[in-house]
C-alpha cells in the first residue's frame, strides 16, 4: 500500500474515530516512510523507524506499519505464534511467518509508543496508564484477590481457635491447617506476580512517559528553553518518575489496603461495638494530625526542591567550566560555593526527616496504646464470657491490619501534598505550548528566495531594539557576509533565520515558509558548540542529521577533517569527552562543520562557525565544492573582516547596525 494509505489504515486501526483527510494531505505533501512517521506524530503518538529482529516483533506495541522493498507497505495487526497477521492492498489480510516478514520487509519498522497526551499533568499520565490497561487489568484483579484472602485470615483464626480445638475436631483442624497453608501459599504466589506486573508496567510507563516529556521539551520555543536552568529541566524529569512510582506502586497497594480496613472495620463492629466506634474516632483524630503535619511538610520540601535545583544548576555550570576554573586557580572558591549549596539542601532535607520520623514514632506510640488497650478490653470480655478467645485474636488481628491500612494512607496523603512541590518544574514544562512536529526529510534546493521584510526584534517587551526595520532579500545559492561589531545583532538576525527566535514586527520567509516550518531546507551553526560524549563518528551523524557513512567520509575528505583523523590512533572511532575539551576550539568547530556540509540542507547558517579554525583551513574550505549550489548566511567580527582574509569569492556583504531607524510606536 502506499503511504497515505497506510496512514490511514493505521489511523483507523488505532484511532477509529480519526478523520482520514489529515493524513492524506500530510502523506502527500511529504511522501514516503518520514511522511507515515511525521503523520503518526501528528495523531498523537511517538514514532520511529526501527530495523529489529524476527524475535523482537513481539515487543512492538500493534497495530503499525513494515516497510517493503520498492516503497510498498504493510499493516501488521498482531503476532501470534510465531505469525503475523498483515493487511495489504485491498484490505486483504494474510498470515507471513516472522522470519519471512522480517527479510521481506528488511527489518524497517515504525516502533509506536504512545505519546505525552493533552490536558493536566494527571490527566496526561492517566491517560498513559489507560494505554497499558492490559497490563493494569491483571494487577487489579490481583489486588481484589489478595483483599478477599486478607479478610479470610482473622476467620481461620476464629475457626481454628473456638472451634477446631474446644471439640477436638482433627478433621475440622486439619482442614483449616491446609486452607491456611494454601493461602499462604496463594498469598506469596499473588505477591510475586503482582511484583512482576508492577515491575513491566512501571517501565513501561517510565520509558513512555519520559520520552514524552523529551519529546515534548525538544519542541518547546528556544526563547523559553534558554531561560530555563539544568537543575530545573533535571527537576523536571525527576518529578515525573516521582509521579509514576505513586501511581503504579503506592496508590494501588493502599487502596487495597484501605477496602480491607473497610471490611475488617465492619467485622469489628459486630464483635465490638464500642471498641470499634473509639477506633474510628482515633482514626478521624490521626486523619486531622495528618492534614496538619502535611502542611509542614510541603513547605518543607518547596524549599528542598529549590535548593536542589539550585545545586544542580550550580553543579552542572561548574562541570562545563572546569578547565576556566583551574586555569584561574578558583577551584577551592567553585568548590565552597557548591557545599554551601549542597549543605542547604541536605539540612532541609535532614530536618524534613527528623520531623517525619518524630511523626511516624508518636503515631506509631499512639497505636501501641490503642492495640493494647483493645487487647486488654477484649481479654477482659473474654474473662466475663462475652467474648471467645477466637474472637478475641481474631479482633486483635483485624485492628492491627486496620490501623496498618489508616497508617498507609495517612503516608498516601503525605506523599501526595508533598509532590505538588516537585511536580511543580515538570507542570511548568509541560504547560508551554510545543511547536508541531516537522518531518525529516531529504532537503531540496531552495526554490525561492530568503526574504526579510521590515523585521523588528527585541528580547523584551520593554527592552532596546535589537534590530530595527531590516529589509533584505537573499538569492537562491547566494553567498551572503553578515558584518558588524560585537553586539550589533548579527547573531540575534542568525538565530532569527534559524527560527529559535520570532520577529516582534514584519515577516521572514524562506522559499514562502517561516523559519520554524522551513527547517528541512536549513542548519544553523553556532560558533561554540559542544561535542557529545560519543566517537567522533557518531558526532558527525547526530550533527548532520544521520547522513549516510558515505557523505560522512566525502565531507571529511573536502574539510580536511580527514587529514585530522588519520592522525589519531583510532581514527573516526576516537571517543570525544563530553563537550569536546580534548579538542582544540578549531578541531571542534571543524567537526561541526563537517557534519553540517554532509547534511542535505540546502540553506546554512553560520554565526562565526570558522572562527577558531587555521586560516590555511578556513581558505581551503570556503573553496570547497560542498558550498556550491547552497545559499550561506554567515557572521563574522569586525577584526577577522579584512578585505585580504578568506572569503567566499564574490559574497555579498551586509552590515548590520551601520544604519540608524526610527523606533516604531
Given at each position: 500500500?502506499?503511504?497515505?494509505?497506510?496512514?490511514?489504515?493505521?489511523?483507523?486501526?488505532?484511532?477509529p474515530?480519526?478523520?482520514?483527510?489529515s493524513?492524506?494531505?500530510?502523506?502527500?505533501?511529504?511522501?514516503?516512510?518520514?511522511?507515515i512517521?511525521t503523520?503518526?506524530?501528528?495523531?498523537?503518538?511517538q514514532?520511529?523507524?526501527?530495523?529489529?529482529?524476527?524475535?523482537?516483533?513481539?515487543?512492538?506495541?500493534?497495530?503499525?506499519v513494515?516497510?517493503?522493498e520498492?516503497?510498498?507497505?504493510?499493516?501488521?495487526?498482531?503476532i501470534?505464534r510465531?505469525?503475523?497477521?498483515c493487511?495489504?492492498?485491498?484490505?486483504?489480510?494474510?498470515q507471513?511467518?516472522?522470519?519471512l516478514?522480517?527479510?521481506?520487509c528488511q527489518?524497517?519498522?515504525?516502533?509506536?509508543?504512545?505519546?505525552?497526551?493533552?490536558?493536566?499533568?494527571?490527566?496526561?499520565?492517566?491517560?498513559?496508564?489507560?494505554?497499558?490497561?492490559?497490563a493494569?487489568?491483571?494487577?487489579?484483579?490481583?489486588?481484589?484477590?489478595?483483599?478477599?484472602?486478607g479478610?479470610?485470615?482473622?476467620?481461620?483464626?476464629?475457626?481454628?481457635?473456638?472451634q477446631?480445638?474446644p471439640?477436638?475436631a482433627?478433621?475440622?483442624?486439619?482442614?483449616?491447617?491446609?486452607a491456611?497453608v494454601?493461602?499462604?501459599v496463594?498469598?506469596?504466589?499473588?505477591?510475586?506476580?503482582q511484583?512482576r506486573?508492577?515491575?513491566y508496567?512501571e517501565?513501561?510507563?517510565?520509558?513512555?512517559?519520559?520520552?514524552?516529556?523529551?519529546?515534548?521539551?525538544?519542541?518547546?520555543?528556544f526563547?523559553y528553553?534558554?531561560?530555563?536552568?539544568?537543575?530545573?529541566?533535571?527537576?523536571?524529569?525527576?518529578?515525573?518518575?516521582t509521579a509514576?512510582?505513586?501511581?503504579?506502586?503506592?496508590?494501588?497497594?493502599?487502596l487495597?489496603?484501605?477496602?480491607?480496613?473497610?471490611?475488617?472495620?465492619?467485622?469489628?463492629?459486630r464483635?465490638?461495638p464500642?471498641?470499634t466506634t473509639?477506633l474510628?474516632?482515633?482514626?478521624?483524630?490521626y486523619?486531622?494530625?495528618?492534614?496538619l503535619?502535611?502542611?509542614?511538610?510541603?513547605?518543607?520540601?518547596?524549599?528542598?526542591?529549590?535548593?536542589?535545583?539550585?545545586?544542580?544548576?550550580?553543579?552542572a555550570?561548574m562541570?562545563?567550566?572546569?578547565?576556566?576554573?583551574?586555569?584561574?586557580g578558583?577551584?577551592?572558591?567553585?568548590?565552597?560555593?557548591w557545599?554551601?549549596?549542597?549543605?542547604?539542601?541536605?539540612?532541609i532535607?535532614?530536618?524534613?526527616?527528623?520531623?517525619r520520623?518524630f511523626?511516624?514514632?508518636?503515631?506509631?506510640?499512639?497505636q501501641?496504646?490503642?492495640?493494647r488497650?483493645?487487647?486488654?478490653?477484649?481479654?477482659?470480655?473474654?474473662?466475663?464470657?462475652e467474648?471467645?478467645?477466637?474472637?478475641?485474636?481474631?479482633?486483635?488481628?483485624?485492628?492491627?491490619?486496620?490501623?496498618?491500612?489508616?497508617?498507609?494512607?495517612?503516608?498516601l496523603?503525605l506523599?501526595?501534598?508533598?509532590?505538588?512541590?516537585?511536580?511543580?518544574?515538570?507542570?511548568q514544562?509541560?504547560?508551554?505550548?510545543?511547536?508541531p512536529?516537522?518531518?525529516?526529510?531529504?532537503?531540496?534546493p531552495?526554490?525561492?528566495?530568503?526574504?526579510v521584510?521590515?523585521?523588528?526584534f527585541?528580547?523584551?517587551p520593554e527592552?532596546?531594539?535589537?534590530l530595527?526595520?531590516?529589509?533584505l532579500?537573499?538569492?537562491?545559492?547566494?553567498?551572503?557576509?553578515?558584518?558588524?561589531?560585537?553586539?550589533?545583532?548579527?547573531?540575534?538576525?542568525?538565530?532569527?533565520l534559524?527560527?529559535l527566535?520570532v520577529?516582534?514586527?514584519?515577516?521572514?520567509?524562506?522559499?514562502?515558509?517561516?523559519?520554524?516550518?522551513?527547517r528541512?531546507?536549513?542548519?544553523?551553526?553556532?560558533?561554540?558548540?559542544?561535542?557529545?560524549?560519543?566517537?567522533?563518528?557518531e558526532?558527525?551523524?547526530?550533527?548532520?542529521g544521520?547522513?549516510?557513512?558515505?557523505?560522512l567520509?566525502?565531507?571529511?575528505g573536502?574539510?580536511?577533517?580527514?587529514?585530522?583523523?588519520q592522525?589519531?590512533?583510532?581514527?573516526?572511532?576516537?571517543l570525544?569527552?563530553?563537550?569536546?575539551?580534548?579538542?582544540?576550539?578549531?578541531?571542534?568547530q571543524?567537526?561541526?562543520?563537517?557534519?553540517?556540509?554532509?547534511?542535505?540542507k540546502?540553506?546554512?547558517?553560520?554565526?562565526?562557525a570558522?572562527?577558531?579554525?587555521?586560516?590555511?583551513?578556513?581558505?581551503?574550505?570556503?573553496?570547497?565544492?560542498l558550498?556550491?549550489?547552497?545559499?550561506?548566511?554567515?557572521?563574522?567580527?569586525?577584526?577577522?573582516?579584512s578585505?585580504d582574509?578568506?572569503?567566499?569569492?564574490?559574497?555579498?556583504?551586509?552590515?548590520i547596525?551601520?544604519?540608524?531607524?526610527?523606533?516604531?510606536?
Open positions: 500500500m502506499s503511504p497515505a494509505e497506510a496512514v490511514m489504515r493505521l489511523a483507523s486501526a488505532r484511532l474515530s480519526a478523520e482520514d483527510s493524513a492524506r494531505k500530510s502523506s502527500s505533501v511529504f511522501p514516503g516512510a518520514e511522511g512517521r503523520e503518526v506524530e501528528r495523531l498523537g503518538f514514532a520511529r523507524w526501527s530495523s529489529i529482529d524476527p524475535q523482537d516483533f513481539r515487543c512492538l506495541d500493534l497495530p503499525t513494515a516497510a517493503l520498492g516503497g510498498s507497505y504493510l499493516l501488521v495487526h498482531e501470534r510465531g505469525m503475523a497477521l493487511e495489504g492492498t485491498g484490505k486483504v489480510r494474510v507471513i511467518s516472522l522470519g516478514l522480517a527479510s521481506t527489518g524497517s519498522v515504525l516502533d509506536i509508543s504512545p505519546a505525552l497526551p493533552d490536558g493536566s499533568l494527571w490527566q496526561r499520565i492517566f491517560a498513559l496508564i489507560l494505554t497499558q490497561r492490559r493494569f487489568y491483571p494487577i487489579l484483579w490481583i489486588a481484589l484477590l489478595t483483599l478477599a484472602m479478610l479470610l485470615t482473622p476467620q481461620f483464626t476464629r475457626m481454628l481457635v473456638d477446631a480445638f471439640q477436638g482433627h478433621s475440622m483442624f486439619t482442614i483449616l491447617i491446609i491456611t494454601i493461602q499462604g496463594f498469598q506469596s504466589w499473588m505477591s510475586w506476580v511484583s506486573f508492577d515491575i508496567l517501565k513501561r510507563l517510565s520509558f513512555f512517559i519520559e520520552q514524552g516529556l523529551f519529546s515534548h521539551l525538544l519542541r518547546l520555543p526563547p528553553l534558554s531561560t530555563r536552568s539544568v537543575g530545573s529541566l533535571l527537576q523536571g524529569f525527576s518529578g515525573l518518575a509514576r512510582d505513586f501511581l503504579t506502586g503506592s496508590i494501588l497497594t493502599t487495597t489496603s484501605t477496602l480491607t480496613a473497610i471490611g475488617y472495620l465492619v467485622m469489628m463492629a464483635l465490638m464500642a471498641a473509639m474510628s474516632l482515633f482514626t478521624l483524630l486523619a486531622g494530625a495528618t492534614f503535619v502535611s502542611r509542614h511538610l510541603a513547605g518543607l520540601k518547596t524549599l528542598e526542591v529549590a535548593a536542589q535545583v539550585k545545586e544542580r544548576s550550580f553543579l555550570e562541570l562545563n567550566a572546569l578547565p576556566v576554573l583551574k586555569a584561574s578558583a577551584e577551592q572558591r567553585a568548590q565552597e560555593r557545599r554551601a549549596l549542597y549543605w542547604r539542601k541536605r539540612h532535607h535532614l530536618y524534613g526527616q527528623k520531623f520520623l511523626r511516624v514514632n508518636i503515631l506509631a506510640l499512639l501501641g496504646l490503642l492495640t488497650m483493645l487487647t486488654f478490653w477484649a481479654g477482659f470480655l473474654v474473662i466475663k464470657g467474648l471467645q478467645l477466637g474472637e478475641m485474636l481474631a479482633l486483635t488481628m483485624m485492628a492491627g491490619a486496620f490501623q496498618s491500612a489508616i497508617s498507609g494512607a495517612g503516608n496523603y506523599q501526595l501534598i508533598m509532590m505538588k512541590p516537585q511536580l511543580d518544574h515538570t507542570r514544562i509541560l504547560d508551554q505550548p510545543a511547536l512536529p516537522r518531518p525529516q526529510v531529504e532537503s531540496q531552495l526554490p525561492a528566495p530568503v526574504v521584510q521590515d523585521l523588528w527585541r528580547y523584551q527592552g532596546p531594539w535589537v530595527r526595520g531590516l529589509n532579500e537573499i538569492r537562491p545559492g547566494e553567498k551572503l557576509l553578515v558584518r558588524g561589531p560585537s553586539g550589533c545583532g548579527k547573531s540575534t538576525f542568525l538565530k532569527l534559524a527560527g527566535y520577529p516582534e514586527r514584519g515577516a521572514l520567509t524562506l522559499a514562502g515558509f517561516p523559519p520554524e516550518q522551513a528541512h531546507f536549513l542548519s544553523y551553526l553556532p560558533q561554540f558548540v559542544r561535542l557529545f560524549d560519543r566517537s567522533i563518528l558526532n558527525l551523524r547526530l550533527l548532520s544521520a547522513a549516510s557513512r558515505e557523505r567520509m566525502v565531507a571529511a573536502h574539510s580536511g577533517l580527514d587529514e585530522l583523523v592522525t589519531l590512533p583510532m581514527g573516526y572511532e576516537t570525544v569527552n563530553a563537550g569536546g575539551a580534548t579538542f582544540s576550539g578549531g578541531q571542534r571543524l567537526i561541526a562543520l563537517t557534519a553540517v556540509l554532509a547534511s542535505s540546502s540553506v546554512l547558517v553560520l554565526d562565526e570558522m572562527a577558531n579554525i587555521d586560516p590555511i583551513w578556513k581558505a581551503r574550505l570556503l573553496r570547497s565544492p558550498f556550491l549550489d547552497r545559499t550561506v548566511i554567515f557572521a563574522s567580527h569586525d577584526e577577522d573582516q578585505r582574509g578568506p572569503t567566499f569569492a564574490g559574497a555579498r556583504q551586509i552590515t547596525g551601520s544604519e540608524r531607524h526610527e523606533p516604531f510606536h
